[in-house]
């Protein structure tokens, strides 16, 4: 996706698939589901395998390596330091592939971005929902929004994830208007 865009622009890359010690279990409990012995050691090789081709192309893409737990703190220091030298982030926060095709809950953690972006700068961050859209190979950028600075984060934080999922909804749907790439 980062390919296309005019812009600089690092994506969230959660910390397991950051290593050749920890990437090969983490795509096979992720990625590959057999269900049987076999397919579970055929699964294992072919991991194993490309785990190294992956961690190569992820690279290229100056990856922002993304905890969660007590290490959260480490993923919103290096996204607020990439922000500042004038990198976009991309962030996929759905909490599960949804069933329906549609944008399942966001994991909120991402909007921490929000206070400290606006403690280093002074500036809102303009945060814009984005659909990747597999049926007509699009992806469409909604319009921005921004938390108010001068209201309670932890008051904003949930409503604001549920418009963010909401904006990316329609934008699947093709009912706000966006960019489509």
């Given at each position: 996706?980062?390919?296309?865009?005019?812009?600089?622009?690092?994506?969230?890359?959660?910390?397991?698939?950051?290593?050749?010690?920890?990437?090969?279990?983490?795509?096979?409990?992720?990625?590959?589901?057999?269900?049987?012995?076999?397919?579970?050691?055929?699964?294992?090789?072919?991991?194993?395998?490309?785990?190294?081709?992956?961690?190569?192309?992820?690279?290229?893409?100056?990856?922002?390596?993304?905890?969660?737990?007590?290490?959260?703190?480490?993923?919103?220091?290096?996204?607020?330091?990439?922000?500042?030298?004038g990198?976009?982030?991309?962030?996929?926060?759905?909490?599960?592939?949804?069933?329906?095709?549609?944008?399942?809950?966001?994991?909120?953690?991402?909007?921490?971005?929000?206070?400290?972006?606006?403690?280093?700068?002074?500036?809102?961050?303009?945060?814009?929902?984005?659909?990747?859209?597999?049926?007509?190979?699009?992806i469409?950028?909604?319009?921005?929004?921004?938390?108010d600075?001068?209201?309670?984060?932890?008051?904003?934080?949930?409503?604001?994830?549920?418009?963010?999922?909401?904006?990316?909804?329609?934008?699947?749907?093709?009912?706000?208007?966006?960019?489509?790439?």
């Amino acid at each position: 996706m980062s390919g296309w865009f005019p812009r600089s622009s690092r994506p969230w890359v959660l910390d397991q698939m950051l290593s050749l010690k920890t990437m090969p279990a983490y795509m096979r409990t992720e990625f590959f589901h057999a269900k049987s012995r076999l397919g579970q050691t055929l699964y294992s090789i072919l991991s194993t395998l490309i785990s190294p081709f992956a961690l190569f192309a992820i690279q290229r893409t100056r990856p922002i390596s993304t905890h969660r737990g007590m290490n959260a703190h480490l993923t919103i220091q290096e996204s607020i330091e990439s922000l500042v030298a004038g990198d976009d982030n991309i962030i996929f926060p759905e909490k599960q592939e949804p069933l329906d095709g549609t944008c399942d809950d966001l994991w909120p953690g991402f909007l921490h971005l929000a206070p400290e972006f606006y403690r280093a700068t002074g500036k809102e961050l303009a945060f814009y929902p984005v659909a990747v859209c597999i049926a007509d190979r699009t992806i469409r950028i909604g319009s921005c929004r921004s938390f108010d600075p001068e209201r309670s984060f932890h008051v904003q934080k949930l409503p604001f994830a549920a418009q963010l999922r909401e904006d990316i909804i329609a934008l699947m749907h093709k009912t706000e208007q966006g960019i489509t790439i």
